[in-house]
């Protein structure tokens, strides 16, 4: 089975940093692109950052200046740097992924289990 874990998340006082980890496992031929998304209770899950294999970034508004994401290689932990954090980052983060199983397969989105982010006042 191909599953994504992450790791990373905790609590902290605003102000402060954390660094995400997400890592792809299982019969993977190729991996498009990987990211991050976040989702609080009641509310639609958002993206917060993509990077592609070939290192194409798009990050969210509202985190843009203060989040950075970042990868090894393909295949590799794919790291969400986040600093100067506001409660309003309070979330469960989600790693994500595109990828083919096969050569002559289209894409499937693989969905981490999340890692619970918590910002302090």
């Known amino acids: 089975q191909v599953h994504l874990v992450e790791s990373g998340g905790g609590l902290v006082q605003a102000g402060g940093s954390l660094r995400l980890s997400c890592s792809a496992s299982g019969r993977i031929f190729s991996i498009d692109a990987m990211g991050w998304y976040r989702q609080v209770p009641g509310k639609q899950r958002e993206l917060v950052a993509t990077?592609?294999?070939?290192?194409?970034?798009n990050v969210a508004d509202s985190v843009k200046g203060r989040f950075t994401i970042s990868k090894d290689n393909a295949k590799n932990p794919v790291y969400l740097q986040m600093n100067s954090l506001k409660p309003e980052d309070t979330a469960v983060y989600y790693c994500?992924?595109?990828?083919?199983?096969?050569?002559?397969?289209?894409?499937?989105?693989?969905w981490g289990q999340g890692t619970q982010v918590t910002v302090s006042s």
């Open positions: 990077i592609s294999t070939g290192g194409r970034i």
């Open positions: 994500y992924a595109s990828i083919r199983v096969l050569a002559t397969s289209g894409l499937s989105g693989v």
